[in-house]
């Protein structure tokens, strides 16, 4: 297994904390609690909180069931989670982060497309999660104070847990996590208390749209698990801490928002309801600055892609650098309408590009043969089930983009492709990718014979 960087892996100075560029060996010191206490935070969003209302009515359906919901969500959770596990096997194997595994697949010159497509994914989502813990902010304090400054700390905030970015991990494995857990138990106790509507009151026949909703609201981590799990004593912490976390809060969080939703007013959102509750403000305040994580995780995500171009540059420098200017985007947009569909937009390639990666990593040339040096050759072959794969994505969800969604609507009456409610753009896409990787590897075990 070649090395990160040509030069091959230095020992690490400290061996406790992330190393400072590409081609220094990282320390493998997370156990199973520090990778599912991870990723037990980031199942835990206030997006999925007010995201309630998309599983219990999804656009074009009647309105479901509280099981049929809950189910959905479940069976949903858990494959998008696996997917996302799946995704950091080789980064808990080689050490690598998540888009210099990509020299592997792809080469190092052609790994640069997806890595430039994560960086702005990353820096995207961490303006977006700026914006809303200000919102959970204004909720706490009745709408006093400037948006401004509370962007502003959270960006601070957020930029110095980068610069120690294991040092937080143990941090939310000790302390953080079991408040996130008091505050989601506290909720769940209050809300039952409350009164829960009749479970089986409602449709399910938008069971599979909402299975696709929780799929996708997984595996948008799918391009940044190997950022983390390149620390994990093994593979096997790495995959069931990950799956283990997320799936658990994820599901977790999606029902304590249905809910709130079942039990908020026409004027109010499921933050009034959560808010309502006696000493509500003081566990609704856990989850807002909990929130944190999710815009540390984009940030410092950024900075390891940003090293896949610049495998010497110091990631500190990189994270103050991406911190400042994440922190100065989310105190210029307020509009996210547009914002949050091109978001999605560049999100849809990763789907289809872990089909490739895990295909080539089990059963192609990953596990004995991927170069992740910076003379990797290209691999072009591997750019086709790729783009196969984002093609299906669209050709199944155009997504809302004027001209794009338009264009890929007219491809669609072309081919007399239609989605059906039993068609997933994700599992799809994902589906379609791995096979045609599949193809792709058997030619080359045969040439290779």
């Known amino acids: 297994m070649s090395?990160?960087?040509?030069?091959?892996?230095?020992?690490?100075?400290?061996?406790?904390?992330?190393?400072?560029?590409?081609d220094t060996a990282p320390p493998k010191t997370l156990g199973f609690r520090d990778q599912?206490?991870?990723?037990?935070?980031?199942?835990?969003?206030?997006?999925?909180?007010?995201?309630?209302?998309?599983?219990?009515?999804?656009?074009?359906?009647?309105?479901?069931?509280?099981i049929a919901a809950t189910v959905a969500i479940t069976v949903g959770t858990v494959v998008g989670t696996a997917m996302v596990a799946v995704s950091g096997l080789p980064g808990a194997a080689t050490g690598a982060p998540?888009?210099?595994?990509?020299?592997?697949?792809?080469?190092?010159?052609?790994?640069?497309?997806?890595?430039?497509?994560n960086i702005v994914q990353c820096v995207g989502w961490g303006v977006f999660e700026l914006t809303v813990i200000a919102m959970g902010v204004e909720k706490l304090t009745d709408g006093r104070g400037p948006h401004w400054l509370y962007v502003l700390l959270?960006?601070?905030?957020?930029?110095?847990?980068?610069?120690?970015?294991?040092?937080m991990l143990r941090i939310l494995r000790r302390y953080v996590t079991i408040a996130v857990g008091i505050a989601m138990l506290y909720f769940t106790v209050q809300l039952v208390r409350a009164g829960v509507p009749d479970v089986t009151a409602g449709?399910?026949?938008?069971?599979?749209?909402?299975?696709?909703?929780?799929?996708?609201?997984?595996?948008?981590?799918?391009p940044l698990a190997s950022d983390y799990t390149r620390h994990s004593r093994s593979t096997r912490t790495a995959f069931w801490g990950a799956l283990g976390g997320y799936s658990t809060t994820g599901i977790w969080c999606s029902l304590v928002g249905i809910l709130a939703l079942a039990q908020t007013k026409a004027d109010q959102d499921v933050f009034d309801t959560l808010l309502g509750f006696t000493a509500g403000w003081l566990f609704f305040a856990v989850l807002v600055i909990r929130e944190v994580d999710q815009s540390f995780a984009n940030?410092?995500?950024t900075a390891m892609s940003l090293q896949n171009f610049a495998p010497r540059l110091d990631r500190r420098a990189i994270c103050l650098a991406v911190g400042a200017l994440v922190t100065g985007c989310a105190m210029l947009v307020d509009d996210f309408s547009k914002y949050e569909s091109f978001l999605y937009l560049i999100g849809s390639v990763f789907v289809p590009l872990l089909g490739v990666t895990a295909v080539d990593w089990f059963l192609g040339r990953g596990r004995t043969?991927?170069?992740?040096?910076?003379?990797?050759?290209?691999?072009?072959?591997?750019?086709?089930?790729?783009?196969?794969?984002?093609?299906v994505y669209q050709l199944i969800n155009p997504g809302t983009i004027g001209w794009w969604a338009d264009f890929w609507t007219r491809a669609q009456d072309a081919l007399h492709i239609h989605p059906q409610t039993w068609t997933s753009a994700t599992l799809f896409a994902f589906a379609a990718s791995a096979l045609g990787t599949l193809l792709l590897v058997r030619l080359d075990a045969r040439r290779t014979r």
């Open 98 to 117: 998540a888009m210099a595994l990509l020299r592997g697949l792809f080469g190092t010159k052609l790994s640069y497309l997806p890595t430039g497509m």
């Open 154 to 167: 959270a960006g601070v905030l957020t930029t110095a847990m980068t610069l120690r970015p294991l040092g």
């Open 36 to 66: 599912f206490s991870f990723w037990a935070n980031l199942g835990v969003s206030l997006i999925g909180f007010s995201g309630a209302a998309a599983f219990l009515a999804p656009e074009g359906y009647p309105q479901m069931s509280l």
């Open 299 to 301: 940030v410092y995500s």
């Open 203 to 222: 449709s399910w026949d938008g069971f599979l749209p909402v299975v696709d909703a929780s799929v996708a609201l997984a595996v948008s981590w799918v």
């Open 369 to 391: 043969a991927w170069n992740l040096g910076d003379d990797a050759p290209a691999r072009w072959a591997m750019l086709l089930p790729w783009l196969l794969g984002f093609a």
């Open 3 to 22: 090395a990160p960087a040509a030069t091959g892996p230095r020992p690490h100075p400290s061996g406790d904390e992330a190393p400072l560029v590409l």
